[in-house]
């Protein structure tokens, strides 16, 4: 049962979000009211509508499709050519701007860092930018020889002029020997970068099966089977979380023969379908390709978080479970090892970051699953919200947050703004275009996309720069400065 004070609580808060929505005219009132809420324990998800059309003018934080697309899921496959294919602006904007590391030799055997773009001009949109396509493919085959595909990533006019880029990958596929995969992610389709991953993963699905079941037949798959072999997907090894991920799981035994897709290759993308488990960390942007998995190959796939000690343990434990007991003998050994030197991260940390807030707003998957590294710190979440998860996740967002907690989908930047405003909370952890409006209120901020240049915080070694990093934020001494000493309000600070 909800205890009176927490009852007040949520009647304060659901107060302020009536507060809030004052500003707007009727007709975008009704519509952002549905996406606001406040968790009350026991309900099955956040009671917010999701995944809806962004309202017009309220400036939202969400992206395209094609971020989905070539931002997220395929950019990161660092031996394929990824072609930005129309206008110049999305391939640069978006250039090397996500911190999927990779290890390779850019420009030779790699391409994640660089920008391939068809740099539509004012006759390709008059006359259609296929041929010029076909001649860029033919231009990456001379100067990239060790490329091992290419996609072509549309942005806005490739589908408003009827290109047919399915017909010029085919052929260009064919002549190559190599996938060419062509991937229609403009940024009209959808509400958010979430259509994005769909296309993304059916495109996926759509050239990579066929190659995997072609190799299957002839017995021609690039690498011998064993009972231990792991896809690790949906992690785009931000910073290294992948690398900080695959580390424990091959510690306790298990052969990562996938990742997808951060430092992924074309040949794990085919591998990958032929593991014995499927370990997903972002749901939201690989949930379709696990059922397709599932479907076609009746492929188990679970959802695991490696952020935090305590959520990791419990990972761990339930991955080991899927397996023999020599497995799950080596997941105990993992837990112990790393148990002393995450107590000694905690020990350190903890009591300087203890009783802290903290209001998140990120993608589709952190909003929740970094809720537990938060709070083997003591620092408790009071707010959090996703630019564009989807009723799914807002069910699973419930395991994660206590009573009263503030929900915001696709929050604008007003409501964001008042909500901080009203609450106060000790940190914002949310991304680059929030960054440096909250911290001119004077409020710590982590970014949780980009880690803020920092990172992994995934796993064992990743919580302790985690911690770390908090502690850089919240302690800075620099808080206690905001104010002129000849006007000094009161200083929001705690002294390093
Ligand atoms: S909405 Fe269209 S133009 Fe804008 S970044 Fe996305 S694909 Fe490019």
């Not at 090892?337 to 990120?362: D, F, H, Q, S």
Request: glycine residues 10%; contains cysteine; neutral net charge.
């Amino acid at each position: 049962m909800t205890p009176p004070e927490n009852k007040n609580i949520i009647e304060e808060h659901k107060e302020l979000i009536k507060d809030v929505l004052q500003a707007y005219p009727e007709k975008s009132r009704k519509k952002r009211e549905k996406h606001l809420n406040v968790h009350e324990e026991g309900k099955s998800d956040c009671g917010v509508k999701s995944n809806i059309k962004s309202v017009p003018g309220v400036m939202t934080a969400r992206g395209c499709a094609y971020a989905g697309s070539k931002g997220v899921v395929w950019g990161p496959i660092k031996d394929m050519v990824h072609i930005s294919h129309g206008p110049v602006g999305c391939g640069y904007w978006s250039w090397s701007g996500r911190r999927n590391y990779y290890v390779g030799k850019t420009g030779v055997d790699s391409f994640g860092t660089m920008h391939f773009t068809s740099d539509f001009q004012e006759r390709d949109i008059v006359f259609g930018g296929d041929k010029k396509l076909t001649k860029i493919i033919e231009e990456i085959e001379e100067l990239f020889p060790l490329n091992r595909g290419i996609s072509v990533q549309s942005e806005c006019p490739i589908g408003l002029i009827g290109d047919d880029i399915e017909a010029v990958a085919k052929k260009a596929a064919k002549q190559l020997n190599k996938p060419v995969v062509p991937v229609r992610c403009e940024g009209f389709r959808g509400v958010s970068q979430s259509l994005g991953h769909h296309i993304a993963n059916d495109a996926l699905r759509d050239h990579m099966f066929p190659r995997f079941d072609k190799a299957k037949k002839e017995n021609a798959l690039t690498i011998e089977l064993g009972p231990y072999d792991i896809a690790l997907i949906g992690d785009y090894n931000i910073g290294g979380d992948a690398w900080a991920s695959r580390m424990l799981l091959e510690e306790m035994g298990l052969r990562v023969v996938a990742q997808w897709s951060g430092d992924g290759t074309v040949n794990e993308l085919v591998n990958g379908l032929a593991a014995k488990l499927v370990l997903i960390h972002c749901y939201r942007s690989m949930n379709y390709i696990c059922r397709a998995l599932e479907e076609a190959y009746g492929m188990p796939w679970m959802e695991f978080n490696f952020f935090g000690p305590t959520k990791i343990a419990t990972s761990l434990r339930e991955i080991a479970a899927k397996f023999d007991s020599k497995i799950q003998e080596n997941a105990e050994k993992v837990i112990a090892k790393y148990t002393p030197i995450m107590n000694a991260v905690v020990e350190k940390y903890r009591p300087r970051l203890e009783g802290n807030t903290v209001m998140l707003y990120v993608g589709g998957l952190r909003p929740r699953h970094v809720v537990p590294a938060f709070e083997d710190l003591g620092i408790k979440v009071i707010g959090t919200g996703y630019e564009f998860g989807h009723n799914d996740d807002y069910k699973r967002t419930t395991h994660y947050i206590d009573n009263a907690t503030i929900i915001y989908d696709d929050v604008t930047a007003y409501e964001f703004e008042e909500f901080v405003k009203a609450k106060k909370p000790d940190l914002i952890a949310s991304g680059i275009k929030e960054k440096y409006v909250f911290q001119k209120m004077g409020l710590p901020f982590r970014q949780m996309h980009s880690w803020d240049y920092s990172g992994p915080y995934h796993g064992y070694d990743g919580f302790a720069i985690f911690a770390r990093d908090m502690d850089i934020a919240l302690n800075s001494p620099t808080w206690g400065l905001v104010n002129t000493p000849w006007n000094k309000k009161e200083a929001k600070t705690k002294v390093a």
